[in-house]
């Protein structure tokens, strides 16, 4: 669907610009990100979505598997395994993984009657989605962890799944919080404390939150201008070129340049949704999986834009999720543009 690149494309740009803006190593990093996800997108779409959709329940669980051999084996970062070591460049199974969920799950959901969507069928996938979700979460990402969650009751409840399953679910879920909340590890626990009460902390966990607001405020209406962001260049924002790209991003183009991005992430949201109902009352399996394939790569943006953006203006708490095309990260430009390819017109 060219239509997507489109909106990417301005993504792209500003992604660039930003990037060169905090360092130039970022900035020839991050287009050698985009040139190999561009590569990657055409070659994708020359192979075709049939041929990975006839294969999309073996490349799943090969994936699943390479996560976990970067549970195990995968280099360390600030605490958390999340990448393999491949010598030129370091790989995010996680990342890919999102999107082979996506397609594995779509493909289930399309490929049997609507009397086979029984209880049977609702606790497979559920326990599907639990496997990866929760190597992530011990990896630790709670962000990722949660985007798996997401993705699967998104998808479940616009399918023809009985609600019910997703209402008990979700009481269950309530009633296991509290021991979820103990095995969350300590800066799980403080991000979301810090969130409430970000005045008790102010030189800890909520640190990062506090520059992030300052420093998004500090662009003003059209910005300082690219490399002139004080606060993301002399690095008084932690990972500004990661999770919070997006107030590096406004504190250089200001509230203009944040509203074009805004604007262009949810404009590919729209194209995908728009897609999605194209294909919302068609009963043969090949639209129906292209109905469900749709919706759960705009599921992906819709809730990394919404997190992303909510923690860099702190109206939520810090997740460590990315924003899409913005945030500097080769795994997570890739993964997207393979799943741009793989939406059919």
């Given at each position: 669907m060219y239509s997507l690149l489109i909106p990417a494309s301005i993504l792209w740009i500003f992604s660039i610009m930003n990037q060169f803006g905090i360092s130039s190593r970022l900035g020839f990093t991050q287009i050698g990100y985009t040139v190999a996800g561009i590569l990657i997108f055409f070659l994708v779409k020359h192979i075709g979505r049939k041929v990975v959709v006839s294969n999309i329940q073996t490349i799943f669980w090969v994936f699943f598997a390479l996560l976990i051999v970067t549970f195990l084996v995968g280099i360390e970062v600030k605490g958390s395994r999340r990448w393999l070591d491949l010598g030129v460049v370091n790989f995010q199974p996680s990342e890919f993984l999102k999107i082979w969920y996506v397609a594995y799950v779509s493909y289930a959901l399309a490929s049997v009657r609507k009397v086979e969507y029984n209880a049977v069928f609702y606790l497979t996938h559920l326990i599907t989605m639990a496997l990866p979700a929760g190597i992530v979460l011990f990896q630790p990402d709670l962000g990722n962890a949660l985007v798996f969650v997401a993705i699967f009751f998104i998808m479940i409840a616009c399918s023809d799944i009985p609600k019910k399953y997703i209402i008990r679910t979700i009481l269950a879920g309530?009633?296991?919080?509290?021991?979820?909340?103990?095995?969350?590890?300590?800066?799980?626990?403080?991000?979301?404390?810090?969130?409430?009460?970000?005045?008790?902390?102010?030189?800890?966990?909520?640190?990062?939150m506090i520059q992030a607001v300052i420093t998004t405020g500090s662009g003003g209406f059209f910005g300082k201008g690219l490399g002139m962001g004080t606060q993301s260049r002399l690095a008084f924002l932690p990972e500004n070129h990661t999770d919070f790209a997006f107030s590096s991003l406004v504190e250089q183009f200001g509230f203009v340049g944040g509203f074009v991005v805004i604007t262009a992430e949810f404009a590919l949201i729209a194209l995908l949704l728009q897609r999605a109902y194209r294909f919302l009352h068609s009963s043969d399996t090949d639209s129906q999986y292209k109905y469900y394939y749709a919706l759960g790569i705009a599921a992906i943006l819709i809730i990394q834009v919404v997190v992303n953006i909510g923690m860099n203006l702190g109206i939520l708490p810090i997740a460590g999720i990315a924003l899409p095309f913005i945030t500097a990260g080769g795994s997570m430009f890739v993964a997207v543009c393979i799943g741009f390819a793989l939406v059919k017109s």
């Open positions: 309530l009633l296991l919080a509290p021991i979820i909340w103990i095995f969350l590890h300590d800066y799980q626990r403080n991000r979301v404390l810090s969130f409430i009460q970000p005045q008790q902390d102010l030189q800890g966990t909520a640190y990062n």
